[in-house]
């Protein structure tokens, strides 16, 4: 019998070790998302310390999760010229009305976009369910590198 490796896909969740936390989760009877919550709830469980436990807290943050859901569909424009309302930025705390956003700004969100797009790739090549959706980003890149290099020159100009 082969034993199943866990890994992070990213950096460690807080130093949690991936092995530990996968067996735990594989050897639920039931891996519901409210059956692994209810068996993380017991401080013997990896991911208990994962967890927000605090009530007022844990509200709280699902609250600003919402907000950032809310600003993340809130567009501006007409037609197919329609963008964010909202966009963060480096320069200023907190979220900017998209129309006081600079060209170096976007050119910062597209770059993000294009490097996410291409981790999206990387993880899901093999799955066919993604292959329509990573043939539309290579378009998407395309325009992306298009964009990119058009707010080069344009800072180059100016």
Request: hydrophobic content about 40%.
């Given at each position: 019998m082969s034993r199943t490796t866990y890994a992070w896909s990213?950096?460690?969740?807080?130093?949690?070790?991936?092995?530990?936390?996968?067996?735990?989760?594989?050897?639920?009877?039931?891996?519901?998302?409210?059956?692994?919550l209810?068996?993380?709830?017991?401080?013997?469980?990896?991911?208990?310390?994962?967890?927000?436990?605090?009530?007022?807290?844990?509200?709280?943050k699902h609250r600003c999760y919402q907000v950032n859901q809310i600003l993340a569909r809130l567009t501006v424009g007409t037609g197919k010229t329609r963008r964010p309302a909202f966009m963060m930025t480096r320069r200023a705390v907190g979220f900017v009305p998209s129309t006081q956003?600079?060209?170096?700004?976007?050119?910062?969100?597209?770059?993000?976009?294009?490097?996410?797009?291409?981790?999206?790739?990387?993880?899901?090549?093999?799955?066919?369910i993604a292959r329509e959706v990573i043939k539309a980003m290579g378009v998407a890149q395309v325009r992306a590198k298009r964009l990119l290099n058009t707010t080069k020159k344009s800072a180059k100009a100016g």
């Amino acid at each position: 019998m082969s034993r199943t490796t866990y890994a992070w896909s990213k950096a460690p969740v807080k130093g949690t070790d991936a092995q530990e936390v996968g067996q735990w989760i594989a050897d639920l009877p039931i891996r519901t998302t409210d059956a692994i919550l209810k068996a993380a709830g017991t401080s013997a469980s990896p991911l208990h310390p994962l967890l927000e436990w605090d009530e007022s807290r844990a509200a709280y943050k699902h609250r600003c999760y919402q907000v950032n859901q809310i600003l993340a569909r809130l567009t501006v424009g007409t037609g197919k010229t329609r963008r964010p309302a909202f966009m963060m930025t480096r320069r200023a705390v907190g979220f900017v009305p998209s129309t006081q956003v600079t060209q170096e700004e976007v050119a910062e969100w597209v770059a993000d976009c294009a490097r996410k797009m291409a981790n999206f790739e990387r993880r899901f090549t093999g799955l066919g369910i993604a292959r329509e959706v990573i043939k539309a980003m290579g378009v998407a890149q395309v325009r992306a590198k298009r964009l990119l290099n058009t707010t080069k020159k344009s800072a180059k100009a100016g």
